[in-house]
Structure formats: C-alpha cells, structure tokens
C-alpha cells in the first residue's frame, strides 16, 4: 500500500470538496438558466398581455368617443328639431313686416285673449266670417296637426 503524506492527502480532500462545489455551482447553473428561461417566457406573455390591454383600452376609447359624439350629434339634432317646432308655434309681433298671408288662418292676440283669424285684403277677419276691424298685437301660424 502506498502512504501519502499529509500534504497530499490534504490536496486530495481539497481535490474532492473543489469537484463537490463544482458539481453544486453546475447545478446552480443549471437552475440559474432554466429560471432565467421561464423568467423571459414570463415576460414576453407579460408584454404580449400589455398589449392586448392597450389595445383594448384604445377601442374603449374609440367607442366611448364614438358614443360621446352620437350622443352629441343626436342631442345637437333633437335641439334643432325642438328649435324648429318651437319657432313655428311662437307668437310674432304684428308689424307691416311680419304679416301671415292673407287667407290662411292663424292665431291672434287681442287684449290677452286668443281668437282665430286670418287677413283678407289687408284687413283681419275672425272665425265668425265678418270683417270686423281688429288690430292683433301678436300672430302665431294654427298647430299643424299630426
């Protein structure tokens, strides 16, 4: 058999436990690289979920706005529509200006009361088909009727 001296077998033990940290540092590699690998696959889904909600988050937006904007455009055309309707049933003051033509019946305004009327030749006729010389302060077209 042979004798090592206590040098050697001190280097031999030291060649052992440096293989054992070899061996476990190798593992940590390993390891090390297959958490790296998940860690990118981790981030990548991540980044593509990113942009799926941003993506999402945009056609709320473009259908937020697109319903903001009807509702505005269909707010602006019932105003309009209301506007209109109203012109037509508000009371105009009578002024050789603004005269309903003649032989189309109307409302009138006489000393706070309502009559229908219409003008004939310049003159005002009540519903009672006399001419009678009336002087309405204020005209408004007859409701049309639906």
Known sequence: ???YSLAEV???LRNHELRSEIECLNRVIE?????YGC???VLKNQDSEINNLKAEIENRA???SFL???WANDTFEKDAEIERLQAKQRWVTTSPK????DKVWVLVLINEQIYRAQRYGGKWMLDTKKFVPIYP?????LPEVS
């Open 68 to 70: 903001s904007r009807s």
């Open 39 to 41: 860690a990118i696959n």
């Open 31 to 35: 390891d090390s690289q297959m958490l």
């Open 137 to 141: 302060s204020k005209w408004m077209p």
């Open 10 to 12: 001190k280097l031999i």
């Open 98 to 101: 603004k005269m309903p033509k």
């Open 62 to 64: 473009d259908h937020q």
């Open 1 to 3: 058999m042979s004798e």
